[in-house]
C-alpha cells in the first residue's frame, strides 16, 4: 500500500495514528514532531502521503504545507486538526493540503481520507 509520514508534536498522537495507518496495510516510513523535521523527512524519504497536524512548535503545519507544496506541487498531505481549528484547516486546504482528519481520531474516518487522497 502507502509509504506515510506521520507528523505531530505529540508522541502519543504519533503512536495513535500509526495503529491506525498499520491497521489499514500501510507503512509508517517516518514521524516528525515538528514542521522542519517534517520538511527534511519529506525530502528524505519520499513518502506518498503526509499526514500533518496544524499546531506545532518551531515551525506549524501550515508553514510546512507551504514549503513542501512549493518544492513538491504533487505531495498528499492530511491536516489533523483539534476541533476548533476549523479556520486553519480551510487555509491548508487552500494552499494544497488534499483533506484532513479530526482528533481525537476515528479508525475508520483516517483510513476513509488516506485511501480517497491515494
Same mark, same amino acid.
Given at each position: #500500500? ?8 505529540? @508522541?502519543? =498522537? &504519533?503512536?495513535?495514528? +500509526?495503529?491506525?495507518?498499520? %491497521? ?5 516510513? +517516518? *514521524?516528525? *514532531?515538528? /514542521? &522542519?523535521?517534517?520538511?527534511? !523527512?519529506?525530502? %528524505? !524519504?519520499? $513518502?506518498?502521503?503526509?499526514? #500533518?497536524?496544524?499546531? =506545532? $512548535?518551531? #515551525?506549524? /503545519? ?10 513538491? $506541487?504533487?505531495? @498528499?498531505?492530511? #491536516?489533523?486538526?483539534? =476541533?476548533?481549528?476549523? @479556520? =486553519? ?5 487552500? %494552499?494544497?493540503? %488534499? ?7 476515528? *479508525? ?7 485511501? &480517497?487522497?491515494?
Amino acid at each position: #500500500m502507502a509509504n506515510i509520514l506521520i507528523v505531530d508534536d505529540a @508522541k502519543f =498522537m &504519533r503512536m495513535t495514528l +500509526g495503529t491506525i495507518i498499520e %491497521k489499514g496495510n500501510h507503512t509508517v516510513i +517516518g *514521524e516528525a *514532531e515538528d /514542521g &522542519r523535521e517534517a520538511i527534511d !523527512l519529506f525530502h %528524505k !524519504l519520499s $513518502p506518498d502521503l503526509v499526514t #500533518m497536524d496544524i499546531t =506545532m $512548535p518551531e #515551525m506549524n /503545519g501550515l508553514e510546512a504545507v507551504d514549503s513542501i507544496l512549493s518544492s513538491q $506541487p504533487s505531495a @498528499k498531505i492530511i #491536516m489533523c486538526s483539534a =476541533m476548533g481549528q476549523q @479556520k =486553519m484547516v480551510v487555509e491548508a486546504i487552500e %494552499k494544497g493540503a %488534499k483533506d484532513f482528519i479530526v482528533k481525537p481520531f476515528d *479508525e475508520t474516518r483516517v483510513l476513509d481520507a488516506i485511501n &480517497r487522497v491515494l
